[in-house]
């Protein structure tokens, strides 16, 4: 088999199936007495990622694989196909979700510790339905309470590998001031806890932006 025609069907399976797909996945394709192996596999989608160089579209690496999507930067402009807005997240929801990537695994109590207001149980039901955040455990207090985590799909939707591709929080803190009006109240607190909780919603704030903003692009980023 020659290499170009493994490319060529790599990416027909990769704009044909709108999502990601794994090494195995994409050598199932091919009859079983010219399957290529995983290393192939892989040098050929290398080599297609390097034909989208300065293209719209590029390959992506996620948890689950491999998929082709539309560059970030012509996002907007693709939206346009789609008179109808994407369903648009509350800062609220977005600032949850931020607190259960970087914290977890974290319990309700926890998340309404740093934001200072109670979890609406509507945001939690709709990042279980949405498939990113699932209970990973329970806590050893009185009550058992659940501990959150986030998924495979929540990595997949935002286009990491793993969790360790999350901006650092110092680097998501260096990107602009945290809105006030989710300060905490401080009068029962020590300056220790003040400063800790003050930087977990300072970070809460920048995560749910930096969630937003990949979120509005990948509405319709995906090819």
């Known amino acids: 088999m020659s290499e170009p025609y493994l490319r060529n069907v790599l990416e027909a399976a990769l704009l044909a199936a709108g999502k990601s797909l794994t090494l195995s996945e994409l050598s199932a394709l091919f009859d079983e007495s010219s399957r290529p192996d995983a290393h192939a596999v892989r040098a050929a989608l290398h080599q297609l990622d390097a034909d989208y160089a300065g293209r719209a579209l590029e390959l992506k690496e996620t948890a689950s694989g491999f998929r082709v999507q539309i560059r970030r930067e012509f996002a907007s402009e693709v939206a346009r196909l789609w008179p109808e807005r994407p369903q648009r997240y509350s800062r609220a929801l977005l600032e949850t979700l ?126």
Not at 101 to 123: K, L, M, S, W
Not at 132 to 151: A, K, M, N, Q, Y
Not at 185 to 209: C, F, H, K, R
């Open 98 to 223: 931020a607190l259960i990537a970087y914290r977890q695994p974290i319990t309700r109590a926890e998340i309404e510790a740093v934001r200072g207001v109670a979890v609406n149980p509507n945001i939690l039901k709709t990042l279980m339905e949405r498939g990113w955040i699932r209970v990973v455990g329970h806590r050893d207090l009185p009550g058992r309470p659940e501990l959150l985590g986030s998924t495979r799909e929540f990595l997949d939707y935002f286009g990491l590998r793993s969790l360790d591709e999350l901006p650092p929080l110092a680097e998501l803190l260096s990107l602009g001031e945290s809105n006030p009006q989710l300060d905490l109240p401080v009068e029962d607190l020590g300056q220790e806890a003040i400063a800790q909780e003050a930087t977990s919603q300072e970070a809460a704030n920048e995560a749910a932006a930096n969630l937003e903003t990949a979120d509005e692009s990948l509405s319709h980023g995906e090819a």
